[in-house]
């Protein structure tokens, strides 16, 4: 029986010819940023339409790095639970206090309505999650942002060609965090990026640049001069190649994914699933069961993958947390996450269709 795969990169010729002209130059990787990293920070930010970006080796280290720009020690960040650990340790690595709220039961992205209550004389920054790659309530969180001099950072590791009023999804928030991890919609062996639409982007783009590659600044030749901490956080050649020519195909690899969940969401008779969305990216398309277990055991004996996104990060015992976020922890329980990837066939889609339906 073939197995069809929760997430499965989307590649042809191109990706594989490009990784043979860098075997042929010999150039895979410099801190200093140049060659296909350059290039494809530039052609994302014109995907964006951001005022810079910076790539990273990971969403992790995009997230790392974009929170190490503001001064967080013993400040809050207002973020959901239900998201990857990544995005709450990141305030952790910075010094900070995740402040977690819970999700709209309906698009699973932080309740913008409940976000008010949160806010204290310690609160620096909100930082939503475009989960499965729906936009989260930008306006009003930009708001509550603006009212409350609260910096915006978002999370768009699902959301690579997600729009949110006519914009994409990286033309927002002061600093917007992806990840190009393999299972993303633009996938690279490892990746990452900050875009940046903050006033001062020259110099947020420099210091990104040089706290991404271990502080190193000033440099002419051999010298340099180390005025900051930084990181090994720099992308690698053959990410950034491939990365230029997943980028050339997004949107058509969106409209893929925008395809199969609106099957998904047509077809799949029970109530408690992710609504349809033309603005969303659909990284994965969710629905919510009773017996997860048992439900992702039959699906798997029929050879469908499924997935888990995500145990709530409040109920990790490294977060030792005591408050109750009712919608998380019901949904942490009850989420099972469905491939959109482009290399399904239209049987895939119909017999993940039909099984789900079977069994739910
Ligand atoms: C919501 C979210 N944030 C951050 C990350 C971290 O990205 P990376 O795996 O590229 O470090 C992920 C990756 O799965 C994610 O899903």
């Given at each position: 029986m073939k197995k069809i795969k929760l997430f499965d990169p989307y590649i042809d010729k191109s990706e594989r010819s490009i990784i043979n002209r860098i075997f042929d130059t010999g150039f895979w990787a410099s801190g200093a940023g140049t060659g296909y990293v350059r290039k494809f920070e530039k052609e994302f930010t014109r995907y964006v339409l951001a005022k810079d970006c910076v790539a990273v080796n990971s969403g992790t280290a995009a997230l790392n790095l974009a929170?190490?720009?503001?001064?967080?020690?013993?400040?809050?960040?207002?973020?959901?639970?239900?998201?990857?650990?990544?995005?709450?340790?990141?305030?952790?690595?910075?010094?900070?206090?995740?402040?977690?709220?819970?999700?709209?039961?309906?698009?699973?992205?932080?309740?913008?309505?409940?976000?008010?209550?949160?806010?204290?004389?310690?609160?620096?920054?909100?930082?939503?999650?475009?989960?499965?790659?729906?936009?989260?309530?930008?306006?009003?969180?930009?708001?509550?942002?603006?009212?409350?001099?609260?910096?915006?950072?978002?999370?768009?590791?699902?959301?690579?060609?997600?729009?949110?009023?006519?914009?994409?999804?990286?033309?927002?928030?002061?600093?917007?965090?992806?990840?190009?991890?393999p299972v993303k919609n633009l996938a690279m062996p490892t990746g990452g990026l900050i875009a940046i639409n903050k006033k001062n982007h020259k110099m947020v783009s420099q210091d990104l640049k040089e706290k991404r590659w271990c502080g190193i600044s000033n440099r002419s030749g051999v010298n340099y001069d180390v005025k900051n901490m930084g990181w090994n956080y720099y992308m690698n050649e053959f990410s950034a190649a491939i990365g230029l020519m997943q980028l050339k195909k997004l949107d058509k690899s969106n409209n893929i994914r925008k395809q199969i969940s609106k099957k998904y969401f047509e077809q799949i008779s029970i109530a408690n699933k992710m609504p349809f969305d033309k603005d969303c990216s659909y990284h994965f398309y969710w629905i919510r069961v009773k017996n997860r277990d048992v439900f992702r055991k039959k699906l798997l004996r029929q050879g469908i993958e499924t997935g888990i996104h995500y145990k709530p990060i409040h109920t990790f015992s490294f977060y030792k947390s005591k408050i109750r976020l009712p919608i998380s922890e019901k949904v942490g329980k009850e989420i099972v996450t469905l491939p959109t990837h482009p290399n399904l066939t239209e049987n895939d889609v119909e017999k993940i269709i039909k099984t789900v339906n079977k069994f739910t």
């Open positions: 929170l190490s720009m503001y001064d967080i020690k013993n400040k809050e960040v207002i973020l959901p639970s239900l998201s990857f650990v990544a995005t709450a340790n990141a305030v952790i690595e910075n010094g900070g206090i995740p402040k977690f709220v819970d999700v709209d039961e309906s698009t699973l992205c932080i309740d913008s309505d409940k976000i008010s209550k949160e806010i204290s004389k310690k609160s620096q920054i909100i930082l939503p999650v475009h989960f499965a790659g729906l936009p989260s309530n930008i306006k009003e969180i930009s708001e509550l942002c603006n009212e409350n001099d609260l910096h915006l950072v978002e999370d768009a590791a699902h959301a690579a060609g997600s729009v949110y009023n006519k914009k994409k999804i990286g033309n927002h928030g002061e600093l917007v965090c992806f990840s190009f991890h």
